[in-house]
């Protein structure tokens, strides 16, 4: 098994558009979706895709995302 190989996607809400902005400078990659599991879903797909040609002889199967999700805090419903 290889070793596991992280990138890390920078999401910001905008609250303007109501979808979360992701980009991995990594990979490089910039996405936008309405959910963070959308995201995760575009950026995977783009991960792997532009692998090959970023990081040459790197196992797909050895790569992993991980958010990290910036978001304004809400009150609570009272």
Not at 39 to 56: F, G, I
């Amino acid at each position: 098994m290889s070793k596991p190989l992280i990138f890390t996607i920078s999401a910001v809400w905008d609250d303007e558009a109501s979808v979360w902005s992701g980009r991995c400078d990594d990979i490089p990659a910039a996405a936008d979706a309405a959910t963070l599991d959308g995201l995760l879903a575009r950026m995977s797909a783009m991960a792997l895709d532009l692998l090959p040609d970023n990081h040459p002889g790197v196992d797909p199967g050895s790569v992993y995302l991980q958010i990290t999700a910036l978001r304004e805090a809400e009150p609570a419903a009272a």
